[in-house]
């Protein structure tokens, strides 16, 4: 990357600040809510409207109504869009997409400032979103717009895309593009998900998450008289006590890898819900409760399934309860790919021209679209780095530095300039 370029992308960048900061304030204003999932056509539409403005070629997708099934309750009814814009370069080849969720959780309380306002305020953008992940949508499109703005033209082709459900797992946003075929290793040569993993970060990959629900069945009888029944808290403190012992060790293992913060770099299993009984002097028959299991790069969701198997098994065999159901709701396996490798290398190069320092590499504690791209899309090449930062992601009073969103633009701009090519 000469130095003449990174000039004219960080000047052309710098120019363009109060749009986007503008811009990203109208994307605020759209309430996405998931659940249940509002204003997602709205919200597609305005995007879709910035990108063919920029002269894309925009395509608009209406998730179908088949691959809607692994809505939860709440979601049912609400249609799911997805926009892809094309920007097609000088030639076909290299391809580079970046893509991030328009959905945002909801806002919750503890706000001084409207959520869905999109205020600017000493230079900062506030509103739900406004890290996790507008930021990183604005982001994409204005790194295009800024090397269109400095006069520089692309080679390879530049597709930006915005997907939905990414809180609720994703399937119905970035796993459907990814298995309609619009973002595999076939048609594209690199993936940046946009996400905030903090803005002098690159983010390599994931943990692993198993979410699952337990019903423990026991046997219901008179409070006076428990020999005559089966009681299923019991059996599920039973099963809380065998986690200490046969799965506490695995637990305490460290990742090689640099999941941050330093608290996740280990896998950590939470119970979260629980849920029995209905009267003081009766015992329940059955106990219900949720796991929320976060799982290192060294370990799959299938081992951490058959672990939690192994001891209900164990508490049905030993009498301690009479049977156990198993739902899963999420399963997904941690995702890591390889820092040696010409995305990473290029991202490091522009990081390093615009930052004046050294970019750092991370895992994320979470999950993420990334999953997507590589286990099903097959792409190898897919990486996340976005603008906002991972701390402010979910909290009252989420905001962006408008510092952090150029910087964002900027890098992304001349990642994207340095992958595809420049015409001279
Ligand atoms: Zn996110």
Redesign the pocket.
Known sequence: MNDGLIARIRASAEALRPQMGAFLGELLAIDTENPPGRNYERCVRFLGAKMASLGCEVEYVEVPEEDLAALADESKGWPRHIVVGTFAGTEKRPVLHLSG?YDVVPAGGGWTVDPYGGAIIDGKVYGRGAS??KSGLAAQIYALEVLQHAGIELKGTFVSSAVPD?ETGGETGMGYLVRSGRLTKENTDYCIIT?PLDPDMICLGHRGTLWFTLAFRGVQSHGSMPSKGLNPIEGMRRLLERIDVRIRPALETVSRYPVSPEGSRKSTLCITTIRAGSKVNTIPDECTASFDWRLIPEQSAAWARGEIMAICDDLVREGIILGYSYTPIVEANPTMVDEDQRLVDALKACGRAVLGRDMGVNVSPGM?DQRFAVHEGGLEATVVYGPGRLAL?HTSDEHIALDDLVTGVTILAATAAELLGVRE
Request: aromatic share 0%; proline share 0%; glycine share 0%.
């Open positions: 969720h996790d992940m990414e996400e993420d992601a």
